[in-house]
């Protein structure tokens, strides 16, 4: 069982950085995919990150040269590094990571961070 943990989170004036990490514990596999998910309140979940165990990575296109996902197998962590931040960006983050063992999928997910971004 992988459990999830999100940090970095905090508000911060427009035009300011962030750097949110996530740090998974338990039966990871550097093979997963991870994610980084955003819920701004009122909204539907969002999709703004992935990279994949190679490191290939895609972007919302909202976030697109803004945001960096980057992932350090040894650590058992993902990044997700956040310049320009725009009031739009106010959520609650998450981190996500799936993958299929044999057939089987599974996934898990993160309690989230809250990024605020306000002057």
């Known amino acids: 069982q992988v459990q999830l943990v999100e940090s970095g989170g905090g508000s911060v004036q427009p035009g300011g950085s962030l750097r949110l990490s996530c740090t998974a514990s338990?039966?990871?596999?550097?093979?997963?995919?991870m994610d980084w998910y955003r819920q701004a309140p009122g909204k539907q979940r969002e999709l703004v990150a992935t990279?994949?165990?190679?490191?290939?990575?895609t972007y919302a296109d909202s976030v697109k040269g803004r945001f960096t996902i980057s992932r350090d197998n040894g650590k058992n962590t993902v990044y997700l590094q956040i310049d320009n931040l725009k009031p739009d960006d106010t959520a609650v983050y998450f981190c996500?990571?799936?993958?299929?063992?044999?057939?089987?999928?599974?996934?898990?997910w993160g309690q989230g961070t809250q990024v605020t971004v306000s002057s």
């Open positions: 338990g039966s990871v596999s550097s093979s997963d995919v």
């Open positions: 990279i994949s165990g190679g490191g290939s990575t």
């Open positions: 996500h990571g799936w993958g299929n063992n044999a057939g089987h999928y599974y996934d898990y």
